[in-house]
């Protein structure tokens, strides 16, 4: 079955550290460049990370650039989010997502299958 | 960074009826957009990349114009799953990838 599935969220303390991941199975991991997506109370989807099938291409939005960390791991088919230093504004359910890739002749990183997201709340 | 601003922020339409979503770009993205809808407690679903594409089984009641800055998704007699939270996705000029703030279609 082609499918991410999420674990690691929690309630963490700011100035706390949390490492997210997310299991790929059903679908070649190596083909796929991957990304983090999290979606905070009462806002929008706000992109956080990307990281190209290779791992040699590695891209953090601003808000979290020098605090978190996207990884992949090949040979157990998993993507990871470490972060550290988080602030009570990371908080958010986060989703771990794939780039759709080449179709109709060009390539595209548009998301076309997400995991089923998970929580991190940041609080004292 | 590219800005994308959706409009409305809430749009009430009667089931059956149509619902033209708006999404704007603060500089040219080609076609490379995406739409998606998320429902509460579900992950976004994509509907539409390269602005007007179908992601595979999405239902034809869908359809996405446009290029360069403006862009629309249109659903076509809507269905009670239709009711949700639409976004629009740049993917043109990046990093960072940058989404809109989002439409909700709710019932009128």
């Known amino acids: 079955q082609v499918q991410l599935v999420q674990s690691g969220g929690d309630l963490v303390k700011p100035g706390g550290s949390l490492r997210l991941s997310c299991a790929v199975s059903?679908?070649?991991?190596?083909?796929?460049?991957m990304s983090w997506i999290r979606r905070g109370p009462g806002k929008g989807l706000e992109w956080v990370s990307y990281i190209s099938r290779s791992g040699k291409s590695i891209y953090y939005a601003d808000s979290v650039k020098g605090r978190f960390a996207i990884s992949r791991d090949g040979a157990n088919n998993s993507l990871y989010l470490q972060m550290t230093n988080l602030r009570v504004d990371d908080t958010a359910v986060y989703y771990c997502a794939r780039s759709l890739g080449y179709a109709t002749g060009f390539y595209h990183d548009a998301f076309d299958l997400w995991g089923q997201g998970t929580q991190v709340t940041v609080s004292s | 960074e590219i800005v994308l601003t959706q409009s409305p922020d809430t749009l009430f339409v009667s089931p059956g009826q149509s619902a033209t979503l708006s999404c704007r770009a603060s500089?040219?993205?080609?076609?490379?957009l995406a739409w998606y809808q998320q429902k509460p407690g579900q992950a976004p679903r994509l509907l539409i990349y390269?602005?007007?594409t179908r992601a595979t089984g999405v239902p034809a009641r869908f359809s996405g114009h446009g290029s360069g800055t403006d862009f629309t998704l249109t659903i076509s007699s809507l269905q009670s799953e239709d009711f949700a939270l639409y976004y629009c996705?740049?993917?043109?000029?990046?990093?960072?990838?940058?989404f809109g703030g989002g439409t909700k279609v709710e019932i009128k």
């Open positions: 059903g679908f070649n991991f190596s083909d796929y460049h």
């Open positions: 390269a602005a007007y």
């Open positions: 500089q040219s993205v080609s076609n490379n």
């Open positions: 996705q740049q993917y043109n000029n990046w990093p960072p990838l940058t």
